[in-house]
């Protein structure tokens, strides 16, 4: 069993920045990747940004690709993602999620584990 704690949501004004993380905890050996999703309302949940457990490699959606970026602490068992010149259309409630597949996908079904989510609200 793998335990996923987000923290670091909040209110912003829009250009803001806001740094989430994601804390794992539990049965971890074997996981191979960490992802953010989000979930704006009345919108399906999305993917945001996935990072390699073991190599470190990262993947963006393109709609936040040069404004977020993803990194991870291995001693601290945490990742962390970096929110830069937030939007309105970035607000969601965002969830970490842990997968134990190959290769790290972008899609819910991957993942395995789930966090409780996070909330985010850019104001304009």
């Known amino acids: 069993q793998v335990e996923l704690i987000e923290s670091g949501g909040g209110l912003v004004q829009a250009g803001a920045s806001l740094s989430l993380s994601c804390a794992a905890s539990?049965?971890?050996?074997?996981?191979?990747?960490v992802a953010w999703f989000r979930q704006g309302p009345g919108k399906e949940r999305e993917f945001v940004s996935a990072v390699s457990w073991t190599s470190g490699g990262t993947f963006y959606a393109d709609s936040v690709k040069g404004r977020f970026a993803i990194s991870i602490v291995n001693s601290k068992k945490a990742v962390y993602l970096q929110m830069n010149n937030l939007k309105a259309e970035d607000t969601a409630v965002y969830y970490c999620?842990?997968?134990?597949?190959?290769?790290?996908?972008?899609?819910?079904?991957?993942?395995?584990?789930w966090g409780q989510g996070t909330p985010v609200t850019v104001s304009s």
């Open positions: 999620a842990a997968t134990f597949s190959i290769p790290i996908g972008r899609n819910t079904q991957n993942y395995d584990y």
């Open positions: 539990g049965s971890i050996a074997g996981m191979h990747g």
